[in-house]
């Protein structure tokens, strides 16, 4: 496998187990050939691990030092996960991977996709009347609008998030024309402005998955549309950078990708899976 470079890093100024030095020295140890912070942006409905704007100018510090003490050993880029319904100057970051963790209510207020399966079936029973079709729909219409109005966005990132938890069809079934309408059609408005997606294997390693997303069926639609493609770990800990790489780059190939994209100090280019 070619790719071994991780672009979906949480640190302690986060949620995160590990602290950026931590985790450099375990890229180093791993042979990693480039690492990328992506600590999580600003959310002002949940406070629960965004970087406030003080804790983002300590986040930035501190890669920064780190890309000088490492350089000649291991590229370090300081990124940030922009979530679609969070406030963040994206302007001091290497590069932006744009993601949702919300979906919007219909009565108003947000409810997170990815925190539990107990708070995602709530959602659904209170919020829709326990249709998760239209809880699938909400997430995707509401992503895609949001991620359609973010002028920057370089890795759209674990765009079926709202599946986290749908290991075996627990919460509703992937195959349904309900559900997959619905995720076309925002991969479809999404991709004619943003064409990187990540392949985020984040849920194998947390052990609600045993297969990366996006589903197959998105990435063959992605692509049709020329789309390109990252390999991310979306790691909370050290052990976990590059986990589930080698089932990412076959998902990959599976669904016809010969390349994905990595990141050096000149941008972003592709390497052979």
Do not use: Q
Not at 12 to 33: I, K, Q, V, Y
Not at 78 to 93: F, N
Not at 95 to 117: A, E, K, N, Q, R
């Amino acid at each position: 496998m070619s790719v071994r470079a991780d672009f979906h890093v949480h640190t302690t100024f986060c949620d995160g187990a590990a602290t950026p030095r931590e985790m450099a020295e375990a890229a180093l140890s791993a042979g990693l050939t480039a690492l990328g912070f992506s600590g999580h942006s600003f959310v002002p409905f949940d406070l629960s691990c965004g970087m406030d704007a003080e804790t983002a100018a300590r986040y930035r510090a501190e890669i920064h030092a780190l890309r000088g003490e490492y350089a000649g050993r291991l590229p370090i880029f300081c990124g940030v996960e922009k979530d679609v319904y969070g406030d963040a100057d994206t302007a001091p970051y290497d590069y932006v991977i744009g993601s949702g963790h919300y979906v919007p209510l219909p009565g108003g207020g947000f409810s997170p996709v990815d925190v539990s399966p107990a708070e995602s079936k709530a959602a659904i029973r209170e919020a829709f009347s326990g249709d998760a079709y239209r809880y699938a729909a909400a997430y995707y219409e509401g992503l895609a609008a949001r991620l359609l109005a973010e002028p920057h966005v370089d890795i759209v990132g674990h765009f079926d998030l709202v599946a986290k938890f749908n290991e075996g069809g627990r919460l509703f079934s992937e195959s349904d024309p309900r559900y997959r309408s619905a995720a076309l059609d925002a991969l479809d408005a999404v991709a004619k402005k943003h064409l990187r997606f990540e392949i985020n294997t984040g849920a194998m390693s947390r052990g609600w998955r045993s297969a990366p997303y996006p589903a197959p069926f998105l990435l063959k639609r992605l692509r049709a549309l020329s789309g390109r493609i990252v390999l991310s770990s979306d790691s909370h800990s050290a052990a976990a950078l590059l986990y589930g790489f080698r089932e990412a780059a076959e998902l990959a190939r599976a669904c016809g990708f010969s390349e994905a994209d990595v990141r050096s100090e000149r941008g972003f280019y592709p390497v052979k899976l």
